[in-house]
């Protein structure tokens, strides 16, 4: 008779096939507080698709063209898609989506802070697309690698779509920079708002970071808030300056030593403040999440009665 | 009628079609995010972007015969509701899923018969377009069928909704199925569908979804007409000037 293996065996045994680079998948044994960070993130990147669906969604009937509307149209469907594909990789650690709804509407589960700020001109589309979906893509490459199966098979399909979505944000930055004054003003004026707050997505300090080294541990994520941080701003400092865009960042310099830009310090009071419940769109994104839900409620009830009745009737038949 | 008298009343043509695409399309996507649940938002979106894409080729098709300046955004962002020619029923407000879907489904009953016509039409490009439009109509209708038949045969409340949904709507159709002096000459050249023709197919097929759904026909006792002569209901300047913003605050710029 085989013994049974103790908690921490199986933790040891574990943490081997993690060091080994093999993929956790739903039905093998996980420790449980793995289980609850995976669900965590996954759920939480899950409700930043869609929530984040609303401030691009608050442009899709003032786009200025017909091949802008349908590139944003495509695009917030996108993120809906990539809410769904999350929603079912965490729905295989034993969640359903409507508890996940549920921990979102009282709060228990959070989505990215930045959908707390407004979209309150078109360039805002451009600065979205560009700098908030490129933190992401930055984000998802890296996660493209985490050690649970479902999540990582996600974030490939993710990534392919989401490179198409920060070069759509670009261009449109791109021909705003080559426009009136007005509009390259309004281009500085988005890239100067979303700034900070998409320096903010990375999360905390890895010092700070309560999730960061059980998370490096366990390859749930593979490189840390700091390092994802930095490839962002190394990237999006050329970008910017191609198209004559300014970085609001004084302290924005190149480092030679490191190969890296040195960059000023995030004001963490304001991510603590719009974090918990101070931004401009808290509010409205919440109340908007669940008004949905709830005038959809009777749309959902008619296609369970219509599927029950649907069965009752072909039970009678086959009677 | 000389050869640019004829292109002309094409032309006019294909704007009608292309202000029917963009308002129904329209209205559709101000349901992204706004869905009763996630896949159904992904869904109504994609019918959005199919009405909008149908708009810009029969927009672009419009620009071709004008030439000059002339885009396929000219005629969505720089013209007021008096030039606007869309059949009303596209441009009432989406309401309740209900009625957005019985909206869809009367419509989609009519798109799929009438762009098979279309199909047939001697002008080249407009078959082009109405080649492309089936395809994706037969998809709109599976999918607006399907919905009638849930809402109506489901609960007592989505019964309720849909019958009054279906109600508000009649009015609109006999609009539908009428036509003035430009589409009556141009369907007896062969290139405008007949769409007067369509009306008894599109009767029967309509019933027989309503009684499998068990939905009473509405009765016949009032009709609203003046789409396609530019008279509105106050809806569509809202929505003109949602549509419209960017491109009237800031004119003359590309985007």
């Known amino acids: ?319 | 009628m000389t050869d640019n008298n004829a292109k002309e009343i094409i032309k006019q043509y294909a704007i009608r079609l292309g202000d029917d695409a963009l308002v129904q399309g329209h209205r559709l996507s101000e349901w992204c995010r706004n869905g009763p649940f996630l896949e159904e938002d992904l869904a109504l979106t994609n019918v959005a972007l199919d009405f909008i894409g149908r708009a810009r080729m029969f927009y672009s098709y419009a620009a071709d015969i004008d030439g000059g300046d002339y885009s396929e955004d000219s005629y969505a962002y720089q013209r007021d509701c008096r030039d606007f020619t869309n059949l009303l029923i596209h441009e009432l407000p989406g309401g309740d899923f209900a009625f957005t879907m019985a909206r869809q489904y009367l419509m989609d009953e009519y798109s799929l018969m009438f762009m098979e016509r279309l199909c047939d039409s001697s002008d080249e490009t407009l078959a082009a377009v109405a080649a492309k439009s089936v395809k994706e109509s037969r998809y709109h209708l599976r999918r607006s069928r399907d919905w009638m038949l849930r809402l109506g045969d489901g609960t007592q409340e989505s019964h309720k909704r849909l019958q009054k949904a279906l109600g508000d709507l009649w009015g609109y159709m006999p609009e539908v199925f009428e036509l003035d002096d430009l589409e009556q000459g141009l369907a007896d050249q062969g290139i405008a569908v007949d769409s007067a023709a369509l009306k008894g197919g599109w009767e029967k097929a309509v019933r027989a979804t309503f009684s499998e759904a068990t939905i009473d026909v509405p009765a016949d006792d009032w009709s609203v007409r003046g789409g396609r002569q530019g008279m509105h209901t106050e809806y569509l300047g809202h929505m003109l000037s949602d549509l419209q913003f960017v491109q009237r605050a800031y004119p003359g710029q590309e985007w």
């Open chain 1, 1 to 319: 008779m085989t013994r049974v293996l103790t908690e921490a065996e199986l933790e040891e045994k574990f943490q081997a096939r993690i060091d080994a680079e093999e993929k956790i998948e739903p039905k093998d044994w996980m420790p449980d507080k793995y289980r609850k960070n995976v669900l965590r993130q996954m759920s939480q990147h899950a409700h930043s698709e869609v929530i984040g669906m609303q401030p691009e969604g608050n442009w899709i009937t003032r786009a200025p063209t017909l091949h802008r509307k349908c590139i944003l149209l495509a695009k917030v469907q996108d993120e809906g898609g990539h809410g769904l594909y999350l929603y079912s990789a965490a729905e295989t650690l034993g969640t359903s989506r409507e508890e996940m709804n549920d921990a979102l509407h009282d709060g228990r589960a959070k989505y990215a802070s930045i959908f707390n700020y407004p979209t309150v001109t078109w360039a805002d589309m451009g600065a979205i697309g560009w700098l908030v979906d490129g933190a992401a893509i930055v984000n998802q490459v890296s996660l493209q690698r985490t050690s649970y199966g479902p999540y990582s098979r996600g974030m490939v399909r993710i990534c392919k779509e989401e490179s198409f979505h920060q070069r759509q944000g670009y261009h449109i930055m791109m021909v705003l920079m080559r426009g009136s004054d007005e509009q390259k003003n309004m281009a500085q004026d988005a890239l100067n708002r979303f700034w900070w707050p998409s320096m903010m997505m990375f999360g905390p300090h890895d010092t700070e970071s309560a999730h960061t080294a059980q998370s490096m541990k366990w390859k749930i994520k593979r490189q840390t808030n700091d390092e994802l941080r930095q490839k962002f701003v190394d990237q999006s400092v050329k970008q910017a300056e191609v198209i004559g865009l300014k970085i609001p960042d004084p302290d924005l310099k190149w480092n030679e030593e490191r190969g890296h830009y040195d960059f000023g310090e995030i004001d963490w009071e304001e991510f603590k403040q719009v974090v918990n419940g101070n931004g401009l769109c808290n509010r409205q994104r919440m109340a908007h999440h669940i008004k949905a839900q709830e005038e959809g409620k009777w749309v959902r009830d008619a296609i369970t009665a219509y599927e029950e009745k649907k069965r009752q009737r072909a039970d009678q038949a086959a009677a």
